[in-house]
């Protein structure tokens, strides 16, 4: 079974510096993995995707995001954070199973970014 | 072109009475998902729904809990009876029916709020 970990559920960070958001997750088959962000009583914005080819994916905002395969890791980072960055970010895994599609998401890591 | 719209916002329902939760697609999208999110967790699938048919339903509570995807208008999500334990954001994504792991769009989700 597919499942996603976010490490932190809280983070702090002042800013302008630079943030590292973590996301493990365990599948047995091909992963498509995805970070979304969500603004106080907003719906859920995509900033990235991995679906196959370079390991590094850039986002919106600025952020970016490095498949680990070894390591099972999807983290998310940032070089340096605005306050307009304070959110919730939530990592996606894709899960497709008897011609079903759906999205397996971590709890969340709110982020906190002060002045 | 308008993202996932769904109504309303903000759903207050005592227990006992139905609630019925709206979501119109991105256009061209067929494809309608629908995740609920509890307090402090994070967003759980329940339905995938494409035009007239359920293709998964496998996160659906087996009681009280329906949802259609007409072929004309949005896909409907409803509630009988409902408890105090139903509150949550109910937030609905839509996607191309292009294949595997087109991306999900969310709407703002619809809040709701059992007395």
Known sequence: AQSVTQLDSQVPVFEEAPVELRCNYSSSVSVYLFWYVQYPNQGLQLLLKYLSGSTLVKGINGFEAEFNKSQTSFHLRKPSVHISDTAEYFCAVSLLQGGSEKLVFGKGTKLTVNP | ?115
């Not at chain 2, 993202?3 to 309608?32: D, F, W």
């Not at chain 2, 035009?51 to 259609?68: Q, T, V």
């Not at chain 2, 999500?77 to 937030?91: P, T």
């Open chain 2, 1 to 115: 072109n308008a993202g996932v719209m769904q109504n309303p916002r903000h759903l207050v329902r005592r227990r006992g009475q139905e609630a019925r939760l709206r979501c119109s697609p991105m256009k061209g999208h067929s494809h309608v998902y629908w995740y609920r999110q509890l307090p402090e967790e994070g967003l759980k699938f329940m339905v995938y729904l494409q035009k007239e048919n359920i293709i998964d339903e496998s996160g659906m509570p087996k009681e009280r809990f329906s949802a259609e995807f007409p072929k004309e208008g949005p896909s409907i999500l409803r509630i009988q009876q409902v408890v105090r334990g139903d509150s949550a954001a109910y937030f609905c994504a839509s996607s191309t029916p292009a294949g595997w792991q087109e991306t999900q769009y969310f709407g703002p989700g619809t809040r709701l709020l059992v007395l």
